[in-house]
């Protein structure tokens, strides 16, 4: 049966650079500790993230990443980096005195976990990772700059992200550094344009067995505008992160145990990033779901689960 765990703790951490991250803690305090990272940039921590672990043994911590969901202030771009981001990782792990811990993440919350354990190797009992995204211009350019890439499989998307680009005068290279300063608030009808279009291009990529559906300006509301604005601060500075970051430091992580889940026809995030890094993870596992996408299907969610399950056993 389904369920939607509830956390049994919500906190702060103390305000850092003008930043307060929401935390929250589910499962067993007892239980075997693990730390997800939700995606993004910009999105926020949802019970989904967490369903996939037993919370009879699993101590799972969870947080919003900052300028997102319940940290504050909402949107705020000053002080929110990558690695901002992954120092409160690191000030959750103090904070709750624990020694080592199991990290975990799909997509933009896989970046976070891989970059968290090259910077702190010895803290990580081991990676669970979904639908890699490693943040670099291949990566990025399949996704959202290249003819070639994902718009050959929406080609009908893609023009209507193009029409976009040609509306405010900018292209697949610069739009994120372009765009951004156009966002204001809901009141303002070039602000919901703008993000309405920016999220049916990533929306429509999640998966392919569903029909295609456009946002409209009147489903954007603050929070939607604080998400977009969010990604497009990360994406115009290269997500903080020098080119092949995480290719380029494997060696720190080279002896972590780590599970790689990713679906076969996944769009966003190609198969092609997840068996690389495996390829170069000795101690990797990498699982390919014969169905999924970028979002897993009912039967993918549950190979997740069972393979999460056996790895924290084991590990």
């Given at each position: 049966?389904?369920?939607?765990?509830?956390?049994?703790k919500?906190?702060?951490?103390?305000?850092?650079?003008?930043?307060?991250?929401?935390?929250?803690?589910?499962?067993?305090?007892?239980?075997?500790?693990?730390?997800?990272?939700?995606?993004?940039p910009?999105d926020?921590?949802?019970?989904k993230?967490?369903?996939?672990?037993?919370?009879?043994?699993?101590?799972?911590?969870?947080?919003?990443?900052?300028g997102c969901g319940?940290?504050?202030?909402?949107?705020?771009?000053?002080?929110?980096?990558t690695?901002?981001t992954?120092?409160?990782?690191?000030?959750?792990r103090?904070?709750l005195?624990?020694?080592?811990?199991f990290?975990?993440?799909?997509s933009?919350?896989?970046t976070?976990?891989i970059?968290?354990?090259?910077?702190?190797?010895?803290?990580?009992?081991g990676l669970?990772?979904?639908?890699?995204?490693?943040?670099?211009k291949?990566?990025e350019?399949w996704?959202?700059?290249?003819?070639?890439?994902?718009?050959?499989?929406?080609?009908?998307?893609?023009?209507?992200?193009?029409?976009?680009?040609?509306?405010?005068?900018?292209?697949?290279?610069?739009?994120?550094?372009?765009?951004?300063?156009?966002?204001?608030?809901?009141?303002d009808?070039?602000?919901?344009?703008i993000?309405?279009?920016?999220?049916s291009?990533e929306?429509?990529?999640?998966?392919?067995?569903?029909?295609?559906?456009?946002?409209?300006?009147?489903?954007?509301?603050?929070?939607?505008?604080?998400?977009?604005?969010?990604?497009l601060?990360?994406e115009?500075?290269?997500?903080?992160?020098?080119?092949d970051?995480?290719l380029?430091?494997?060696?720190?992580?080279k002896?972590?145990?780590?599970l790689?889940?990713?679906g076969?026809?996944?769009?966003?995030?190609?198969?092609k990033?997840a068996?690389?890094?495996?390829?170069?993870?000795?101690?990797?596992?990498?699982?390919?779901?014969p169905?999924?996408g970028h979002?897993?299907?009912a039967e993918?969610?549950?190979a997740r689960?069972?393979?999460?399950?056996?790895?924290?056993?084991?590990?």
């Amino acid at each position: 049966m389904a369920y939607k765990p509830v956390p049994f703790k919500k906190w702060f951490l103390p305000e850092m650079d003008g930043h307060t991250v929401a935390v929250y803690e589910y499962g067993n305090p007892a239980g075997i500790p693990v730390i997800v990272s939700h995606g993004g940039p910009g999105d926020k921590s949802k019970p989904k993230h967490v369903a996939c672990f037993d919370l009879t043994t699993t101590w799972v911590i969870a947080y919003d990443q900052r300028g997102c969901g319940n940290s504050m202030p909402n949107g705020r771009l000053d002080n929110n980096t990558t690695f901002e981001t992954i120092e409160d990782i690191e000030r959750i792990r103090t904070t709750l005195k624990i020694n080592d811990w199991f990290v975990s993440g799909g997509s933009w919350g896989s970046t976070l976990s891989i970059l968290y354990a090259q910077l702190y190797p010895e803290k990580v009992r081991g990676l669970l990772l979904t639908s890699i995204f490693l943040a670099d211009k291949q990566s990025e350019d399949w996704a959202f700059a290249n003819e070639g890439g994902a718009e050959v499989m929406f080609s009908d998307v893609w023009l209507h992200r193009e029409e976009l680009l040609e509306k405010y005068q900018t292209n697949s290279q610069d739009f994120s550094k372009k765009l951004l300063p156009l966002l204001k608030d809901v009141s303002d009808p070039q602000t919901l344009d703008i993000t309405s279009r920016i999220l049916s291009w990533e929306g429509n990529l999640m998966t392919s067995q569903d029909d295609i559906q456009y946002f409209l300006p009147s489903d954007i509301g603050e929070s939607e505008i604080n998400s977009v604005k969010i990604m497009l601060h990360y994406e115009s500075n290269n997500y903080f992160m020098t080119e092949d970051q995480i290719l380029n430091k494997l060696d720190s992580i080279k002896n972590v145990p780590t599970l790689i889940v990713h679906g076969r026809y996944d769009v966003l995030c190609p198969l092609k990033f997840a068996w690389k890094l495996h390829q170069q993870l000795p101690k990797s596992d990498l699982i390919i779901l014969p169905s999924s996408g970028h979002r897993l299907t009912a039967e993918g969610l549950l190979a997740r689960s069972l393979a999460y399950q056996k790895f924290l056993m084991t590990h």
